[in-house]
């Protein structure tokens, strides 16, 4: 039985983020299926490239609103934008307006972010779907990425989370700590990234999950990619791919 | 390569320093969070009302300075201004020279910390004692604190028992009690024989002039109970409008900086003793101190000079976790510091400083836990801005340049032909990838394997379907 209210004739765009164009784009293509799955339909500008924010949280912001007014012109109208990341959609809505301050372009900056969501807010709060359908048999620690603070991505994810058969969330200690991965960050400082990441995984672990989940697949690429070196066994999947997988076990 | 000097910090920091800060901060964040949510379960109404009352404070700081001077001068308390550290300590000197003060026992200050008084009075002539037990012990081994309200974060017990065996204070022991006993002892002396004392203040109400000042141990209180001259020394951005702001400051202080519902001590002075109260300091002085405040103030960063010194963002802080306070180079450390040093020190001091705004992963915990709600990390990226701007060293240092990026990423045909590119990446040995920064990331993590191009396939076939 299908659980989940679908809400027709609803058109988006996606932005479906540099990482998942390059790296995980089986996490682009749940997207798509989640988003069909509560009836909207999908666009997919296909000039598009990426958000603009490693060189907006690098300091350059000059090099930033070079991407962020093509992705502007990529992202033009009203309809919804919507972006499996809480990153990029804060960059959208928060990062951006900030570099644009003293801008000719603030406004459509501003417009743009408006109407960008962080996928699961989307379905929370801009669709009102409140629960998910289907199965999936999995622990799972949820990582709070860290552009999701302040947001209700966090309680979105857990909110739908709840409604799915045989997840089990399971809790673990300093949980408001960020994994260290940053953007630039990683790798201007190589040591505390890696040591805070280190940190966040024995943290995890020892909660003994079967499955990491985050809205964002920035964290969880610095995660697994450190947790495969150490030789730890480290599992993670994007949020979008645990909702498109309950689905399909439905 | 070059690598941040904090990162440097960081890798090659004592264990058992680590050790301690880990464990103390983390006690930290857990006891903020149920002091203060567990009593207010709206408590960031109560972060984000006293981060607007401070705002507004902060804008006209002329007209509610102006009102505390008058206040103050009403009751006869003598005030000064020094507009920087060397100002500062010279009228200091002055003062305790005029009243022949030549011992004094001083409670915590950070201000004071910041002009480096304590060594400028002892080079001339003034035997000066830190009566708080961390900065008791900070003094003792000739170090800094390195956290703004647990001066001594960064050492446990048994390295104080030493530093206490050392210098004479008593037999070696391991015991807390003990300890304090003996610090306890050695101070009392102090106390007694000094006519002069010293605190900060961690508020001043601009209506009446009340200087604020807490303390856990008693020890700013037992220091004015014998003294005839009290010196505070006052950042000017210390002010709040009026008395009843006070309990909403002092309220959200305690609870984010140790978990406590209220600090143990919490003195509110008015001023010199007046004729009918038989004891008191007979004359009161205060200093306020620019530093580099005003210079903030007109800067985009002026939300960093709401700040009341709890510590919260320091304690919830992962880099300043892992790298200590020291690792910061200044009086302030951590996220706050990060903001407050490049811009304290003015215009010509930036550069050296321009590697702290880097010294982020921009997570927000810090605005999160903030009773005033500064917005840390949006200051950060705009000092990460003014130092590429100014083209300051520091922030240079291992960040990978975005100028071709920024080409690339606002040219789709370029984009895409990159997407396919990528797939070298599976091939070729990471020794020979180009990218210094990919290099770094594949020293300590593997990279998923490139899939540049199959999501946008994939949707082209299933619309051709
Ligand atoms: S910035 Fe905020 S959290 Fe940090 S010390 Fe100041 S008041 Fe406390």
């Known amino acids: 039985m299908l659980v989940t209210d679908r809400i027709a004739g609803r058109s988006v765009q996606l932005m479906a983020t540099c990482l998942c164009d390059a790296f995980y784009d089986d996490v682009a293509r749940a997207t798509v299926e989640v988003l069909e799955h509560v009836g909207c339909e999908v666009e997919f500008p296909e000039d598009q490239t990426c958000c603009g924010q490693p060189a907006f949280n690098g300091g350059d912001w000059p090099a930033s609103r070079k991407v962020v007014r093509h992705t502007l012109k990529v992202f033009e109208g009203e309809k919804p934008v919507i ?67 302040g947001t209700r991505t966090g309680e979105a994810m857990e909110r739908l989370l709840k409604t799915i ?72 999947r994007h949020i979008a791919q645990v909702l498109r997988n309950a689905i399909s076990d439905s | 390569m070059k690598t941040q000097p904090i990162d440097r910090y960081a890798k090659d920091l004592d264990p058992e320093v680590y050790a301690s800060i880990h464990q103390t901060s983390n006690r930290r964040v857990l006891q903020r969070e149920g002091s203060l949510f567990g009593d207010y379960p709206h408590a960031n109404r109560l972060r984000h009302w006293a981060g607007e009352l401070k705002r507004h404070t902060i804008s006209h700081i002329d007209k509610y300075l102006e009102q505390a001077v008058t206040a103050m001068e009403s009751r006869g308390v003598e005030v000064h201004f020094a507009s920087e550290a060397e100002s500062a300590r010279r009228q200091i000197l002055e003062i305790l020279k005029s009243h022949k003060v030549d011992r004094i026992c001083k409670s915590k200050s950070m201000v004071t910390e910041e002009i480096d008084l304590r060594r400028y009075l002892e080079k001339h002539g003034i035997e000066t004692w830190e009566s708080d037990l961390g900065e008791f012990v900070v003094q003792l081994d000739d170090d800094h604190p390195s956290h703004i309200v647990t001066p001594i974060i960064h050492k446990n017990r048994f390295q104080i028992a030493r530093t206490f065996r050392d210098h004479g204070l008593g037999d070696y022991t391991e015991d807390p009690e003990n300890l304090t006993q003996q610090a306890r002892k050695f101070l009392r002396e102090k106390y007694l024989s000094s006519i002069g004392t010293m605190t900060g203040a961690n508020f001043v109400s601009a209506e009446s002039g009340r200087i604020v000042v807490v303390t856990n141990e008693g020890n700013s209180r037992f220091g004015l109970a014998g003294a005839k001259v009290h010196i505070a020394v006052v950042g000017i951005e210390k002010l709040v409008p009026r008395d009843e702001d006070l309990a909403l400051y002092l309220n959200l202080l305690a609870r984010s900086s140790t978990g406590q519902h209220l600090t143990i001590y919490t003195e509110f002075i008015v001023g010199p003793r007046p004729e009918n109260q038989p004891e008191g300091p007979e004359n009161m002085h205060v200093i306020f101190i620019d530093n580099g405040r005003s210079e903030t103030l007109a800067s985009d960063c002026r939300d960093a000079l709401n700040c009341i010194r709890c510590g919260a963002c320091l304690n919830v802080c992962p880099v300043f976790r892992q790298a200590s306070g020291h690792a910061y180079r200044h009086t302030y450390p951590g996220p706050i510091g990060a903001v407050l040093a490049p811009n304290l020190v003015g215009k010509e001091g930036f550069a050296e400083l321009a590697d702290l705004p880097k010294a982020s992963s921009l997570c927000g915990a810090c605005n999160e ?29 291992a960040s990978p340049p975005m100028g071709a990026w920024a080409t690339l990423a606002s040219s789709p045909t370029a984009w895409k032909m990159a997407l396919k590119g990528g797939h070298l990446m599976n091939v070729i040995p990471h020794g020979m990838i180009p990218v210094p920064a990919l290099r770094t990331w594949l020293e300590d993590r593997t990279l998923p394997d490139w899939q540049g191009g199959s999501f946008r396939r994939w949707l082209r076939n299933r619309k051709q379907k």
């Open chain 1, 165 to 236: 058969e045989g997840v089990e969330v399971v809790s673990f200690s300093e949980p408001e700590q960020c994994c260290g991965f940053g953007g630039t960050f990683a790798v201007t400082f190589p040591h505390i990234s890696k040591s805070m990441g280190q940190l966040k995984i024995k943290n995890m672990v020892s909660a003994d999950p079967d499955v990491i989940v985050s809205a964002d697949m920035s964290c969880l690429m610095h995660q697994a990619g450190l947790a495969e070196r150490e030789g730890i066994d480290f599992r993670v």
């Open chain 2, 369 to 397: 836990v903030c009773p005033v709600d500064i917005p840390i990390p949006d200051l950060l990226l705009r000092l990460r801005n003014r130092g590429k701007e100014e083209g300051a060293p520091g922030s240079k240092i």
């Open chain 1, 83 to 149: 972006v499996p990341s809480g990153s990029c959609a804060a960059m959208a809505f928060h990062g951006s307006p900030l570099q644009f301050e003293r801008e000719p372009d603030l406004d459509q900056v501003k417009a743009l972010g408006k109407r960008t969501w962080e996928l699961t807010d989307f379905l929370v709060n801009g669709l009102g779907v409140d629960s998910w359908t289907g199965r999936y048999h999995a622990r799972i620690a949820l990582h709070h990425s860290c552009h999701g603070r």
